[in-house]
């Protein structure tokens, strides 16, 4: 019987534990996504043989674009990408498998960055907005839209 006890009481210290990481990263989302500048946006990044869909929040920075995982603690972007080595060399619908990997509705965004190719999945209108920060680089800084 005390042996059973004790596999109840790890069970639920577990579960605890679970449920608070599981409000931790809520809480997370909910404060980064409550500054302006910040969409939702996934990521797919030529990183070894397989290429996976990465559920993320972006946000505009002055002179980059950072990238915060959805299912992370950290309080640091995942990726960051300067503004004046970014280019867009492609946009268009998701499709196929893409559908059921990224938020409904969204469209792929391809991108050089530093002579990586990397893809974004956002909404339209947050691409209207990535589109507009890029654009509004300050002089010399050469970015490209497709």
Do not use: K
Not at 10 to 21: H, K, P, R, S, Y
Not at 56 to 78: C, I, K, N, Q
């Amino acid at each position: 019987m005390h042996e059973f006890l004790l596999s109840l009481e790890i069970a639920g210290a577990c579960a605890v534990l679970l449920l608070l990481v599981l409000v931790a990263v809520v809480l997370r989302r909910r404060r980064l996504t409550s500054r302006l500048g910040t969409f939702d946006c996934s990521i797919r990044q030529p990183r070894g043989s397989r290429r996976r869909w990465a559920l993320g929040v972006a946000r505009y920075e002055t002179d980059r674009l950072d990238w915060y995982r959805t299912f992370s603690l950290s309080p640091r972007p995942s990726c960051t990408y300067a503004r004046r080595a970014l280019g867009v060399t492609l946009f268009r619908e998701a499709e196929g498998s893409e559908l059921i990997a990224v938020q409904p509705g969204a469209m792929v965004v391809e991108c050089r960055h530093e002579g990586v190719e990397i893809e974004l999945a956002m909404s339209h209108d947050a691409y209207t907005g990535f589109a507009s920060w890029l654009e509004s680089a300050p002089p010399g800084q050469g970015v490209n839209i497709a």
